[in-house]
């Protein structure tokens, strides 16, 4: 089922429905780039979890490469009418925010990979709620200013949480550029795919769980001028590390790389307080 600006605007038309671009309704008509996305993040036999199918031009590449697709769609009126576009069993459609989908009740106890054009509204919100459930492969079509918080450096001005949790957890990887003229309607900015892939299970047992890494990194972060000890006022535990491991006190987060705060994280979250001792 090829996308064009034609189809895209008779299926809306013949259903008096207009676009909405408040749900960052940009739908991709490059087939050949999907095929070659869906082609990178599947893996054989696991199920995919793709967010926001809308008219289903990804969904259609993911579905011969995946044991299943589930996909969870916001727009009622496009999770209706996706299973009449693409009439497959291994399909399950979705109505529902994906930042409140109860993911481990869709997708199960077994490994999965997420693939998604994501809203540039909610991008980080999205990227944040995943990374955590460390699904096998992650593929996503983001604003490319986005794209970059994958792979940003220390002391870079996107450098945050997305760039922490997306290089200690996985291995980060560039895949295409995607111009503005590439989607329909066309938006203002250009956008890239990005994959990430995960780390092998030995090198994930050393690192601190990612629920804990994500908040560690929020609050280490959460205000950049100030020193990492001074993001945690009211907490002892961070000043006592910074010593042993041969780290200023005056330090702020947004200088440390990544494997750095995740090992200070892993300490900090087996400390003591000092009022405890």
């Known amino acids: 089922m090829a996308l064009s600006p034609e ?6 038309s013949e259903h008096g429905r207009r676009i909405n671009p408040a749900l960052g309704q940009n739908f991709c008509v490059e087939g050949a780039l999907l095929s070659a996305a869906a082609a990178r993040v599947c893996l054989p036999d696991l199920p995919v979890l793709e967010i926001g199918p809308g008219l289903g031009a990804l969904t259609e590449e993911l579905l011969p490469r ?6 969870v769609e916001k727009d009622a009126f496009l999770a209706g009418l996706l299973p009449q576009l693409l009439p497959d069993t291994r399909l399950q459609v979705v109505t529902g925010d ?10 199960g106890d077994s490994p999965y990979v997420v693939a998604g054009n994501l809203p540039y509204y909610i991008t980080t919100p999205i990227v944040e709620r995943f990374l955590p459930l460390l699904p096998e492969r992650m593929l996503f079509m983001v604003q490319k200013e986005a794209a970059a918080r994958f792979f940003a450096a220390p002391g870079e001005r ?3 949480a997305v760039s922490v949790l997306s290089q200690v957890y996985y291995r980060p990887e560039p895949l295409f550029s ?8 066309q938006p203002e900015v250009d956008s890239a795919v ?5 780390r ?7 690192l601190p769980a990612p629920d804990a890494l994500l908040r560690f990194v929020r609050t280490a972060l959460a205000m950049r001028r100030k020193t990492l000890v001074n993001n945690f006022p009211r907490d002892g535990r961070v000043a006592a590390l910074l010593p042993a491991q041969g780290i200023p006190e005056n330090v702020r987060a947004e200088t440390l790389p990544p494997q750095t705060l995740a090992q200070l994280c892993l300490l900090y979250e087996n400390a003591v307080l000092p009022c405890e001792i």
């Open 178 to 185: 995607v111009p503005r003229h590439c989607y329909y309607p």
């Open 98 to 107: 994906i930042l409140r989908a109860d993911v481990p009740a869709l997708m």
């Open 7 to 12: 189809r895209i605007r008779t299926v809306f």
């Open 66 to 71: 995946a044991e299943r697709v589930v996909a």
């Open 158 to 160: 996107v450098y945050g």
């Open 200 to 206: 092998a299970p030995a090198d994930l047992a050393a």
């Open 194 to 198: 990005v994959l990430l892939t995960k």
